[in-house]
């Protein structure tokens, strides 16, 4: 009978508490993703409005079916994103991997400075982080100027490069931009890593090449399969970036939302346009987490 | 044992540091740039006068700030004071409700069994799997589609009609950081040695009192990391607040990106600096006081 009455009144309280929280991502998160679905099946009316009718139209014109034919603009953009997305966390991972070495192995007084200076970056606005990036790439900016400084010592001819606006840019500033999202999680992993097992390997005759590849990286995994969906997700759906270093030239599904909603005023397309980003997106996270389990597996066995 | 470390991972570890810090000791230099056009770096302004140049001048010689002359124009810039007014109230308000609901929902979560826990689980990882700019369309949706029906009802007009703004941006902000606060918190409550709890209330404390005497203060560290983690995601974000923001609700990162696409001077750079400089300070004081509540 007690226990009966606790468990009762535990429901209640539990649901008290999670009452706000429940409420407030039912309405501003569930109810909006619904009704994008909803939004994605419809049409444009002449003022700009929706129009709620169900019609794969608007899917069909991202996959490039028009009634004149074949249009390959939209795919080109999607393809662009998830191929911009794949060279930024490839190259994110690489760049990271190091420093994150190297703070899981410096010794512990240091460990938290270093930690600590790999946050403030981050901590600096993130549209901030894209203006300093313009000033270092543009055609009079720091980059080129230091380069045309050591060419005149050298006595080279020099002419600026055309670093911004431009595609090359607009990876730059990715990288930058999610750089410590990889660096955290590989550094968590690694940290984890038992000194003794370095020494085993070393005992058992393994050489630098092959400690790395067959203790460090694999214990080393859980770390980048978590960052990889840190820094791709954001990568895929961010427009600000390529909006500014790539001067309206780089089109990624995210601008393409962005104006469709804005400038266009086709928020039916948008918000179709939204659902493939958000597909495609769950896609690569559910295939990159199930292929890391089936690699797992392999590491035990 | 000596750790045997290659230096080429030094040398790596070095020149990743650099990439991180190079844009950063670029800003803050340009924020001293005599040239207006802030292209190329002109050397500071070292004249002291006691008037502020011409606006027209593309060179500042002299100013009566002298070196800070851009930090100086940066107080008189009313919609710069009016964006990070905005920035600060939607931050403080976001952080404060979104802290105190999100921790509610942890302690629900980690201690009781309701209807709709697993409902509760998976909606709240749809922020932190989905992208933003989906989340900003759907809230702009919403709203649009629930401010049109409100204002046809009830038949607002002009100035009285419902619209976007410091509100719907603040609700916004609270939905993607609650996930985020009941995380860290749900983290702390995992480490919990519920024998405290019962011990308080052994000695005759009532839950409630057990609550603020007992578990309280030792999730606070957790409630503090929570808090400063909803705060700074507030400040940063764009996407949201570009989608669900109205006229007069302007944040600085809205206005950075606003004068980006337009002229920038050396001003944007000295807030900038103003800018991480505050940030170090912040963290500096709360490193400062976690290490003294540890």
């Not at chain 1, 002419?159 to 999680?185: K, R, T, W």
């Not at chain 2, 750790?3 to 991972?9: D, G, H, N, Q, Y």
């Not at chain 2, 589609?145 to 419902?162: E, Q």
């Not at chain 2, 950075?256 to 750079?269: H, Q």
Request: charged residues 15%; positive net charge.
């Amino acid at each position: 009978m007690l226990q009966r009455l606790r468990a009762s009144r535990d429901r209640w309280l539990g649901l008290v508490l999670i009452a706000p929280t429940l409420l407030l991502l039912t309405a501003l998160l569930l109810v909006p993703l619904i009704l994008v679905v909803i939004t994605s099946f419809g049409s444009r009316s002449p003022d700009g409005n929706v129009i709620y009718t169900f019609s794969f139209e608007n899917y069909l014109r991202l996959v490039g079916i028009t009634a004149e034919g074949f249009d390959p603009l939209y795919v080109e953009i999607l393809w662009r994103s998830v191929w911009l997305a794949v060279q930024t966390t490839t190259l994110v991972i690489v760049i990271a991997f190091p420093l994150a070495y190297f703070v899981a192995r410096a010794p512990a007084r240091w460990r938290n400075l270093f930690l600590f200076l790999i946050l403030v970056p981050l901590w600096t606005n993130f549209v901030i982080r894209i203006y300093a990036w313009i000033m270092i790439l543009r055609n009079q900016g720091v980059l080129n100027s230091l380069l045309g400084w050591a060419a005149s010592l050298v006595g080279l001819p020099f002419q600026p490069l055309d670093l911004y606006p431009s595609a090359g840019a607009v990876l730059v500033g990715m990288i930058y931009e999610f750089l410590p999202f990889m660096i955290l999680p590989i550094y968590t992993s690694l940290e984890k890593i038992d000194d003794s097992l370095f020494e085993a390997a070393a005992d058992l005759g393994a050489n630098a090449v092959r400690t790395f590849l067959r203790v460090t990286l694999p214990l080393a995994l859980p770390g980048i399969v978590a960052g990889t969906i840190l820094v791709f997700i954001p990568v895929m759906g961010t427009f600000i970036v390529s909006d500014i270093l790539g001067g309206r030239q780089v089109i990624l599904v995210g601008n393409l939302i962005q104006r469709q909603f804005l400038d266009a005023r086709d928020a039916a397309f948008g918000s179709a346009a939204s659902i493939i980003l958000m597909a495609l997106t769950l896609v690569v996270t559910v295939f990159y987490t199930r292929r890391f389990g089936f690699g797992e597996e392999i590491v035990k066995a | 044992m000596t750790k045997r470390r290659s230096p080429w991972v030094t040398l790596a570890a070095i020149l990743v540091y650099v990439f991180l810090y190079a844009p950063i000791v670029v800003l803050v230099i340009f924020s001293f740039n005599s040239s207006r056009t802030n292209v190329t770096f002109a050397g500071p302004i070292t004249g002291f006068s006691a008037e502020f140049p011409d606006p027209r001048t593309s060179v500042v010689t002299a100013s009566p700030c002298g070196p800070f002359h851009w930090f100086c124009t940066l107080a008189g810039n009313r919609e710069l004071i009016n964006a990070a007014r905005n920035t600060l109230t939607i931050a403080f308000t976001s952080t404060l409700i979104s802290t105190t609901i999100g921790t509610m929902a942890a302690l629900a979560l980690q201690r009781y069994q309701f209807p709709v826990k697993t409902f509760s689980e998976v909606s709240l990882y749809i922020p932190i799997v989905i992208p933003e700019i989906v989340m900003g369309i759907g809230i702009l949706t919403l709203f649009g589609a629930l401010f049109r029906f409100l204002n046809a009802s009830l038949g607002l007009t002009g100035d009285g009609r419902l619209a976007m703004g410091i509100g719907t941006v603040i609700l916004s902000h609270i939905a993607f950081s609650v996930p985020f606060v009941t995380l860290v918190v749900r983290a702390r409550l995992q480490g919990f040695d519920k024998a405290v709890e019962e011990a308080a209330m052994d000695l005759y404390a009532n839950e409630w009192r057990t609550f603020w005497r007992v578990t309280l203060p030792i999730i606070a560290p957790g409630v503090l990391s929570g808090g400063l983690l909803a705060f700074t995601l507030s400040l940063d974000d764009f996407v949201i607040t570009f989608f669900t923001t109205g006229p007069g609700a302007t944040t600085l990162p809205i206005y950075v990106y606003g004068l980006l696409r337009r002229i920038t001077t050396p001003e944007l750079n000295a807030l900038s600096t103003l800018w991480i400089a505050l940030v170090f300070v912040a963290v500096f004081i709360t490193q400062r006081l976690e290490r003294r509540a540890a």
